[in-house]
């Protein structure tokens, strides 16, 4: 089993739709969780953290459910510049490592 | 400010031959890390240096991968006898200290004919 599980997609969907995509982790012991983008042929960047409360960025929201072991980013609104491959991004605790999920792409379109 | 970089950008070689993987960590940045991604799969790490202590090299898929990184900046990743296998992306990343965000360098893209 994968260490970081992740649907995907491709996720086909027109402008201004809403969008959300799961993760699942194995590692109990993960603390830190990150929602990372990378678009074609470029670098994965950070787009945003995930913290056990739940954190927004504009459209974007991102969910943690330690029990559950899941993860989520809902995209609002989506816009043509949203389409890229989201990286579900995990780092267990006492590590500086981070494991990342194969990604799920995105495309959303006129 | 300047970011990560590497080089060369894209590195084309025969099977059997060494190849040597360049990466510029962002300065201060103490910890270093190298991943691979092959064409349409995530991101697998391979080996991490944070300062003076022996490098985290769990992820190294075989020995003819090895890495080493001089005087706490720049890095070199080393892939002896080359096979087509080891074509992918080779992604490089820096950081101050965790659970600081990583920044990658644009890769190096390795084909191995």
């Known amino acids: 089993r994968k260490e970081v599980e992740q649907?995907?997609?491709?996720?086909?969907?027109?402008?201004?739709?809403?969008?959300?995509f799961n993760c699942t982790?194995?590692?109990?012991?993960?603390?830190?969780?990150?929602?990372?983008?990378?678009?074609?042929r470029k670098e994965p960047k950070l787009l945003m953290s995930v913290y056990?409360?739940?954190n927004e960025d504009g459209r974007f929201t991102a969910q943690l459910n330690r029990a559950s072991q899941y993860i989520s980013l809902l995209i609002r609104d989506s816009k043509l510049s949203d389409?890229?491959?989201?990286?579900c991004v995990v780092r267990a605790g006492g590590y500086n490592k981070l494991i990342f999920g194969a990604g799920t792409r995105l495309a959303v379109h006129p | 400010g300047a970011g990560v970089s590497q080089s060369p950008s894209n590195k084309v070689t025969e099977k059997g031959k060494d190849v040597e993987l360049r990466?510029?960590?962002?300065?201060?940045?103490?910890?270093l890390y190298w991943y691979r991604q092959s064409l349409g799969q995530g991101l697998e790490f391979l080996i991490y240096?944070?300062?003076?202590?022996?490098?985290?090299?769990?992820?190294?898929?075989?020995?003819?991968?090895?890495?080493?990184?001089?005087?706490?900046s720049v890095s070199t990743l080393t892939i002896q006898r080359t096979q087509q296998e080891d074509s992918a992306v080779y992604l490089c990343a820096s950081?101050?200290?965790?659970?600081?965000?990583?920044?990658f360098g644009p890769g190096t893209r390795l084909t191995v004919l």
């Open chain 1, 7 to 20: 649907d995907p997609g491709p996720f086909n969907v027109p402008e201004g739709a809403t969008v959300a």
């Open chain 1, 25 to 40: 982790y194995s590692n109990s012991a993960s603390q830190s969780f990150f929602w990372y983008r990378q678009d074609c």
């Open chain 1, 52 to 54: 056990s409360s739940g």
């Open chain 1, 83 to 87: 389409s890229a491959t989201y990286l």
């Open chain 2, 23 to 31: 990466c510029d960590p962002i300065s201060g940045h103490t910890a």
């Open chain 2, 49 to 72: 240096f944070q300062g003076n202590s022996a490098p985290d090299k769990s992820g190294l898929p075989s020995d003819r991968f090895s890495a080493e990184r001089t005087g706490g």
């Open chain 2, 95 to 103: 950081n101050r200290d965790a659970p600081d965000t990583q920044y």
